[in-house]
């Protein structure tokens, strides 16, 4: 059974930092390309950012130089360092696991940038 699990979202200050993570099990994981996906009230979900299975990454532009991911294969685990955060990043943020033929999604954490 394929389970891909976040946790770290919460409240936090504009200007504030959080850690995402994503523990994926259930699925080849080194294999697979990751994402984290987020979706504001009354908008559609999009990308934030992705990386490969050769590490390489990408980024939305609204978040570039700001958030970071990364995995650890041996962990089975992708974070996203979300740091200098903005209003307009509030939201639910989704993991997603892609491999040749399928893709999977987490239930999702809350990120809420609020003073």
């Known amino acids: 059974q394929v389970q891909l699990v976040e946790s770290g979202g919460g409240l936090v200050q504009p200007g504030g930092s959080l850690r995402l993570s994503c523990a994926a099990s259930?699925?080849?994981?080194?294999?697979?390309?990751m994402g984290w996906y987020r979706q504001a009230p009354g908008k559609q979900r999009e990308l934030v950012a992705a990386?490969?299975?050769?590490?390489?990454?990408n980024y939305s532009d609204s978040v570039k130089g700001r958030f970071t991911i990364s995995r650890d294969n041996a962990k089975k685990t992708v974070y996203l360092q979300l740091n200098s955060l903005k209003p307009e990043d509030t939201a639910v943020y989704y993991c997603?696991?892609?491999?040749?033929?399928?893709?999977?999604w987490g239930q999702g954490t809350q990120v809420t940038v609020s003073s």
């Open positions: 997603n696991s892609v491999g040749p033929t399928n893709s999977y």
């Open positions: 259930g699925i080849l994981f080194s294999i697979r390309a």
């Open positions: 990386i490969a299975r050769d590490g390489s990454t």
